[in-house]
C-alpha cells in the first residue's frame, strides 16, 4: 500500500550540505548546489518524496545584506512544492561556528514564510562523520545562545545527518519518522502557503521581469549608437583599476581578467597590486587597490585606503581606460552603500563615472537569474548607481574559469567606453562633500559621536572579537587534527605562535575597558554597524584560515612539517591581516596631528 507523501523545503547557507542531504535521502547523486536541481522527487520506502533546495547564502552576508530577488526567490520556491511542504528542513554545519547573525538571519528568513511556519520546521545538523548524535546536546551547550533559541524556536526537532555514509537508511527512517510527528501534530495539515502572498510575489515578478528586459534591450541600443557615431578602435593596451568595498571580489575579478592567479583571495589587499598579462592578443594590467569598509563612512577608513587608491591611479605613467567598480550580485544594495561609495568614489573626482563599469561579481550563483532583474529588483540606489556609470554594467561568473567569453565582452565594453569618453584624468580638486550630500533616505542616521568614543569601542571590540576567532581557530585546527591532517607527528595547539591582536595597538599605553558613560556616549544604530564589521572580519578569517588549511590537508608534496609551519603561518597571516585594518583606523583617530580626534563625526 502507498504511504501518504512526503513534501519538504530545503533551507541554509552556502555549502552546508543541502544538495548533500537530498542525495542521501533519495539515493542519488548530484555534485553541487544548483538551480538546475531545484526540485527533485523520487520513490522511498513505498512513497512519493519531494525536495525542494532553496538558494543558499554566504555567511559573510548579513540579514539586512540579503538581496531582494532572493527574498522573492525563497517564496516562489515554496510555491514548487504546491500544495504546501509538510516540513521546513533548516540544514546546518555542525562542523561551523553558528553565531548571532546566524540565528537572526535564519529567524527573519523562515518568516518571510509566514509567522506559523516554526511548527512544521526541523534542524538537521550535517557533517555527522564529525559529530555524531550522541555527541549533539554537548555541542548545542558549547555553541552559545544563538543555536539553542533557534532549536527552541523549532520546538527541539533536530538530528544528524552523516552524508558521506549514503548506505545508512536508519537515519532517513529517523527523518520521516519526525516528519510524520510534525504532520501528526498539526492534525494531518501540512504548511499552508499564503496564496495571497504567491500572488503578490509573483506580480512582482512579472513586473520585474518586464523593466528588467526594458532594461536590458535599452543597454544594446545605447551600445549600438555609440558603435555607429563613434569609432571603436580595438585597443592594444588596456589599462583597469578594481575599486570596491572589502570581500566584493575585486582580487577574484583580477583573477579571472588575466587569467590566473595573480591575486591573494581572501586576504585585505594593503596596497595597490598590479598584474600583467596578454587576453585576446591585448596587453592587459589590472590594478587592484585596497578595499574600503562596507558599513561606515569613508572618513573612518584607514588613511592607507585614501593614500593607496591616490597613489597607485597617479602612478600610472598612462591614465587607466577603465574603473570597475566591484560589487557582489547576490547582496542587497541600499542607500547605505550608495552613499559610501559616493564618499569613495569622489577621491578620484566628478570625472570619475564618466569612466566606471560596474563590474558585478559572484553572477554564478543565481544562474537563472538576470543581472537586469537583479537591478530592478533592488530599488532606486542600485538603479541610481547604475544610470551613474551610463548604464554601463558588467557580470562575471567568477567559477568558470574556462569561460572567456564574459572577459572578451568586458574589453569590448571598455573599447567602447574609451571611444565615447577617452582616457580617465585624476582630478581631487573638486569639493568631494558635493557629491555626498544628505539624502531624504538618510534621516535615520543623522547623529553626533565622539569619534574617540568609536575608538574605544572599535579597540575593545576587536580585542573581544580577536580571542573569540582565536579559540574557534585552535577549535578549527583540533578538528583537523582528528581528520589526521598531521598523522601522529602534530601540531600543537599548546603552544600556538605569537598572534598579532595579544599586543598592544601602539608604543603607548594600552587603551582601556570603555566605561559605561562611553559606551552611553555611542548610539545603539552605530554600535549596531560596528557589530555588523566585526562579523564580517570573523567571516574572513574563519573562512580563509579554514580554505588554507584544506588546501594544505589535500597537498601530497609537502611533509608533515611543512604542513605544520604553513598552518601556523596561515593563522598568523590571517589576523595580521584583520588587525592591520583596525590598527590604522585607530590611529588615525588617535593621532592629534590628523585634526580629527577633537572633532565631532556625523554619520549620516
Known sequence: MMKQELRAVLIGRQHCGKTSVINTILETRTEAEGDEHVKREGFIDNRRVSLVETPGWWKTINPSDYSNISKLQLVRRIYLISPGPHAVLIVIRADSAFTDPDGRFLEEHLELLGPNVWTHTLIIFTRGDLIKQEDIEQHIREEGSALKRLIEKCENKYLVFNNSNHHDRTQVKELFKKIEGIVRRSKGKHFDIDLEKVKE????????????????????????IVKEKEYVHRLEEIRVVLLGWVLAGKSLAGNTILNRDEFAIGGRTREGMRGF?????????????????????????????RSAILGSVSDYKNFPHAMLLVIPADTSFQEEQKRIIQQNMSILGDDVWRHTIVLFTWGDRFKDISIEQHIESEGEALQWLIEKCRNRYHV??????????????LLQKIDEMVAENSLFHLNTQKNCEKSCQKTDKQED???EIRLKDVCHFLDEGFKRKAQEIRRKIEKLCMDILEEHLYLQDSFSMDDPPELAQDKPPDSHTPLKAISAPQQDNIPEPIKSLLMREFSRWES????????????IKSSFELSQAEKRQRSADAVERWLQNCYHYVQHTIDKIQDPESGIRTKRLKIQ
Open 540 to 551: 574572513i578569517i574563519i573562512d580563509g584560515v579554514q580554505e588554507s588549511l584544506q588546501d
Open 201 to 224: 510575489v509573483n506580480e512582482q515578478w512579472e513586473e520585474i521581469q518586464t523593466r528588467a528586459n526594458s532594461r536590458k534591450s535599452r543597454v544594446q541600443k545605447e551600445r549600438s
Open 396 to 409: 562575471f561568473d567568477n567559477t568558470d574559469k574556462k569561460n572567456r567569453s564574459q572577459v572578451s565582452e
Open 445 to 447: 542616521l543623522n547623529m
Open 277 to 305: 598579462g596578454d587576453v585576446d592578443g591585448r596587453k592587459i594590467s589590472v590594478l587592484d587597490t585596497p578595499g574600503w569598509r562596507k558599513y561606515f563612512t569613508s572618513e573612518l577608513n584607514p588613511d592607507f585606503i
